[in-house]
């Protein structure tokens, strides 16, 4: 399954004009993330608050991953301060995926973001976590902290924000959308050995791991006739013929 590496700001000091930190709220919405991940069966990994851009970077570039997403606000320039709005959504030019998801990424949050013709993706090679990472790279500076508007936007559209990215992050990596529903316990049920976990939902997917007959494992979602499920911490999709719910 495509696991992406997360990481939210890590910029305590840069002040929402309404209050907290980018940090804050740039952690807050990979939290609302997190469920529509799981949910559609994207894996992660995240970065943490008293990590910073320099070891996000080298926590990113020691694991295997699809894609890397930087969570960020902006600030305008001294002498325009609160004067300027806009999402920004930067890629490295020579990264061909990196420009796929920034563009994909764009056109998502154009269908909820206030001024959509403000939103778009643009190529960078200053930005490290943009330049300097492995994976393809997404660096997104959602809005304008010190800007009213864009401070309350950002505030009050947490939930919104966070399943426009991952329907864009579906879209991706060619997965179905799917929303959050309540995890069900469930046993493999197999007339063999074992039921093959896949990376994704189809018969022809690469397989991730084995569950033998009678396994216990966790329901997470359901899409036509896979399941997503976890087994010891790993997600991934099965045949929902050969799964009992409990």
């Not at 910073?52 to 990113?60: E, V």
């Not at 030019?93 to 920034?102: C, E, H, I, L, V």
């Not at 579906?170 to 063999?192: H, I, K, M, S, Y």
């Amino acid at each position: 399954m495509p696991i992406i590496y997360l990481s939210p700001s890590t910029q305590e000091n840069n002040l929402y004009v309404s209050g907290g930190t980018e940090e804050e709220w740039m952690n807050r919405l990979a939290d609302a993330m997190e469920p529509y991940l799981t949910a559609s069966g994207i894996r992660y990994s995240r970065n943490t608050p008293d990590m910073t851009a320099a070891s996000s970077i080298r926590a990113s570039n020691a694991g295997t991953y699809d894609l890397h997403l930087a969570l960020h606000s902006n600030a305008a320039p001294e002498g325009i301060y609160g004067q300027v709005r806009g999402v920004l959504v930067f890629y490295y030019p020579g990264s061909t995926q990196g420009k796929r998801a920034a563009e994909l990424i764009a056109n998502g949050l154009k269908t909820i973001y206030p001024l959509p013709n403000k939103v778009r993706a643009e190529p960078t090679t200053t930005i490290g976590e943009v330049k300097q990472v492995r994976a393809p790279a997404v660096f997104l500076e959602l809005g304008y902290h010190d800007n009213p508007d864009d401070a309350a936007w950002v505030k009050g559209n947490l939930d919104a924000i966070a399943r426009n990215l991952v329907l864009s992050l579906t879209e991706f990596f060619g997965l179905p959308f799917l929303e959050p529903q309540n995890p069900r316990p469930a046993v493999v049920d197999v007339n063999w050995g074992y039921l093959n976990l896949r990376d994704r939902p189809s018969v022809n997917a690469p397989v991730l791991a084995r569950a033998y007959d009678g396994t216990a494992l966790t329901v997470l979602n359901q899409w036509e006739e896979w399941y997503v499920v976890r087994l010891d911490g790993l997600v991934g999709w099965a045949n929902e013929r050969y799964i009992t719910l409990l």
